[in-house]
């Protein structure tokens, strides 16, 4: 039997069904070709799907396909479709048609673009985008190339991070899976290594030169942050831990290399320790070359790389130094910069004396009879006064005048007799007696509180002025007479200058510079150019424990002084002698001691404490004075309460019950 009927009877077999199924909407048919021609497949698939289709001359097969399941009308397309693939046709849609070409310019024909999902199952033709989230897609294409046919089409877009793939469906959606699984794998969390002590930029740039070392296959990518000085790692897991591990052995203290370091000081002055580090920088420079011509040239070395400046507005330091020295230098600076105690340094003055005085003497005058003619005279001053000054007294109250009669009166027992005429002889006698007594108790407590090995100063003092010269201008062209006195101005009171030094024995060395000063009672009535001042000066050093008291040094004087006043002969008989002499004993008894007692503060919370109890001892003082007699409206100045004292462990609250920050 001729197999070409038979070919055309299974043919009209499957129209007869397919229009049988098209009529009753569903009913599934069963085609079976035989070397049938594939234009005449085309027609059948056309009344059966009604689709129109426009059919490329150069497509010309001889089609054979079995089935034995019956199929829909849409399975019956998609086995059409994989009849074209099968012979090296594809079927574009274009519009309201569908063309069958060659599948060799399939690329350049506009297919499915861009479906919202692509078949696992169909052949047709469709363009898709893939967005790359995480690899490259310039580094896939040459991995994906070999899995798109010659017909397919597959770019990449770098801007983007993009590929294009242009295939039938099927194979478009295998890839986009491979893809998915590709990108997936390069899915990894990005690492921030904050950096202490090395530059980022510094570290990338070795990772970089040493990625071909550190990483395998695909390089991963490292970035620096110079902001933060931070450096973001991204790549596959084993990949960065290699880089971290590295960037952890580079981020050490200037194992890198040189550096500039910034060192902000709490203690010390930056700007004294600057120019003590600048030395030590050169010395060892010049220590590590084994000096000689080598060690000048390593000093001139030395000062081309070694910068070490201060900033005083944030108290810091800025060093630029090579490893070596940098790390000697900062170990310096971690030893003098430290919280230095304090001393605590109360001085104490203490002067009890007493002054006795004992005064007894007789002055006398006698003229001659008529004219007033001296005769005799014995005016020996007597506790300070004098003939002259009792015959003032006495012209004052012969003249009325009582205020200076007053002022002129001499103090103690004072007797006088005598004669005075016109006629005769005349004669006046004084007889003086005078005791005194005086005792004195002077304490002074001047106290400071200074730095451990820091000079301090307290002065507590007045300046007294003191008549140095004369100057008076004359000459024709000036009237008058300008005169011209000169006043000098010195420090009268206490003055301590201390400068403690702790030692490791918790002793405290003490170089102590102490002046007390003060003008003489005897002096303290008469004019500027007569004043007297007692001085007393201490300077020593001494070493005392912590919290004792030490003398550093006293006076105690005893002193007597008998003077005695009388006339030749007259003076040697006994009882009327008395009548020709004046005497005047003086007793003075000193004792003088200056003591000193320091502590050390060596918390915040001691010093506290100190400062507290003197606070407190000065407004308790001013709470005992009360208000004033003659204003009772007016109060005392008055210190406020002082705050209460926290201790170790006790949480301080604010006034709205809030911790104290």
Request: proline share 6%; hydrophobic share 45%.
């Amino acid at each position: 039997m001729n197999s070409r009927p038979l070919r055309i009877l299974m043919l009209s077999a499957a129209l007869a069904c397919a229009g049988a199924a098209t009529a009753q909407q569903g009913p599934a048919i069963t085609p079976n070709y035989k070397d049938a021609d594939l234009g005449q497949v085309i027609e059948a698939v056309a009344q059966v799907t009604r689709k129109n289709f426009i059919v490329d001359p150069r497509v010309r097969a001889q089609v054979t396909m079995l089935s034995t399941t019956p199929m829909s009308p849409a399975a019956f397309y998609e086995a059409f479709l994989a009849i074209l693939q099968v012979h090296g046709f594809v079927a574009v849609p274009s519009g309201d048609v569908i063309k069958i070409l060659p599948d060799a310019n399939a690329r350049q024909m506009p297919a499915n673009d861009l479906p919202d999902s692509v078949s696992s199952t169909s052949d047709e033709i469709v363009t898709q985008i893939v967005l790359l989230r995480n690899v490259s897609a310039a580094q896939l294409v040459p991995i994906l190339r070999p899995l798109i046919p010659q017909y397919g089409h597959l770019a990449a877009h770098p801007a983007s991070n993009m590929l294009i793939i242009s295939d039938r469906a099927a194979n478009v959606n295998r890839m986009v899976r491979i893809i998915e699984r590709i990108d997936r794998a390069g899915d990894q969390e990005i690492d921030v290594i904050r950096l202490e002590h090395a530059s980022s930029a510094e570290i990338v740039r070795v990772i970089n030169a040493l990625a071909p070392t550190v990483s395998e296959g695909s390089a991963p990518q490292v970035v620096a942050d110079e902001r933060t000085n931070s450096v973001l790692l991204s790549g596959e897991s084993s990949q960065r831990l290699r880089i971290k591990t590295l960037i952890a052995h580079l981020d050490t203290p200037l194992e890198a290399g040189g550096d500039t370091q910034v060192r902000y000081l709490r203690y010390a002055d930056a700007e004294k320790i600057s120019v003590k580090l600048k030395e030590q920088a050169q010395g060892a420079a010049v220590a590590a070359a084994g000096g000689g011509q080598a060690g000048a040239s390593a000093a001139a070395s030395a000062d081309r790389s070694i910068n070490i400046w201060a900033e005083p507005d944030t108290n810091a330091l800025v060093v630029t130094a090579p490893p070596k020295i940098m790390r000697s230098l900062m170990q310096v600076v971690d030893r003098l910069d430290i919280r230095r105690a304090q001393v605590m340094i109360e001085a104490m003055l203490v002067e009890v004396s007493t002054d006795a005085a004992r005064d007894l003497g007789v002055n006398w005058v006698v003229d001659g009879s008529k004219d007033n003619f001296l005769v005799g005279l014995f005016n020996q001053p007597v506790a300070g006064v004098s003939l002259s000054d009792v015959a003032a007294g006495v012209g004052a109250v012969e003249s009325g005048n009582l205020a200076t009669a007053a002022a002129a009166a001499p103090g103690g027992f004072t007797v006088a007799a005598g004669r005075v005429q016109d006629t005769g002889t005349n004669f006046a006698a004084i007889l003086r007696a005078l005791s005194s007594d005086g005792d004195t108790n002077v304490v002074s407590m001047p106290s400071v509180i200074t730095l451990d090995n820091e000079e301090a100063e307290i002065k507590v003092a007045q300046e007294v002025p003191f008549k140095t010269g004369t100057y008076s201008n004359t000459g024709s062209n000036i009237p008058g007479v300008n005169p011209f006195t000169t006043i000098e101005r010195k420090e009268v009171g206490n003055i301590l200058k201390i400068t403690p030094q702790i030692t490791d024995e918790d002793t405290i060395l003490l170089k102590i510079e102490q002046e007390s000063s003060g003008i003489a009672a005897a002096a303290a009535q008469v004019s500027n150019e007569d004043l007297i001042t007692n001085k007393r000066t201490i300077t020593t050093r001494v070493l005392v424990d912590d919290g004792g008291m030490i003398v550093l040094g006293g006076l105690i004087e005893d002193r007597l002084t008998d003077s005695q006043s009388r006339v030749p002969l007259l003076g040697s008989i006994p009882l009327v002698g008395e009548l020709f002499k004046s005497r005047s004993v003086k007793k003075t008894k000193t004792n003088l001691m200056v003591f000193i007692r320091p502590r050390v503060i060596r918390d915040a919370q001691q010093a506290a404490f100190e400062t507290d109890a003197k606070y407190r001892f000065i407004r308790d003082l001013q709470i005992g004075r009360g208000r004033v007699p003659l204003m009772p409206g007016e109060p005392q100045p008055l210190l406020p309460e002082a705050p209460a004292l926290p201790t170790p462990g006790m949480e301080v609250m604010t006034e709205d019950g809030q911790p104290e920050q």
